[in-house]
């Protein structure tokens, strides 16, 4: 065998491997395609809750008066003088005006409850 012939051998090789590839990725391009379909089928972000069939809504999100940690992460950033970070953390938590999100840590940092 000479070299052209070791070099034919290989471009085979490769093509082969690379073939391969392509058809696994589109395999899974198929897949995720029938999950976004089935998740636009239930409505997507804005109907029945987001959901997609089998997966139920975390129960924070169900109802946000019982969000996980937040209260402590709040009370913690308070505790350390962060009360600007803590209104941020509000605010993305809530998706409370500026405004509001001060008035809320302001009540919290005078002993005001959570909820």
């Given at each position: 065998m000479d070299n052209t012939d070791i070099i034919a051998i290989l471009a085979l090789v490769l093509v082969l491997l690379l073939m391969l590839s392509v058809f696994r990725l589109k395999k899974r391009v198929t897949e995720l395609e029938s999950q976004l379909a089935q998740r636009d089928a239930y409505g997507g972000p804005?109907?029945?809750g987001g959901r997609m069939a089998g997966i139920p809504t975390p129960?924070?999100?169900q109802n946000?008066?019982?969000a996980p940690d937040l209260e402590r992460r709040l009370h913690l950033l308070l505790a350390e003088g962060k009360k600007i970070q803590a209104i941020k953390v509000m605010r993305e938590a809530r998706n409370l005006s500026l405004?509001?999100?001060k008035d809320f840590i302001d009540n919290l940092e005078q002993?005001?409850?959570?909820?």
């Open positions: 804005a109907g029945a129960l924070f999100v946000p008066e019982i405004k509001d999100a002993g005001g409850t959570f909820r």
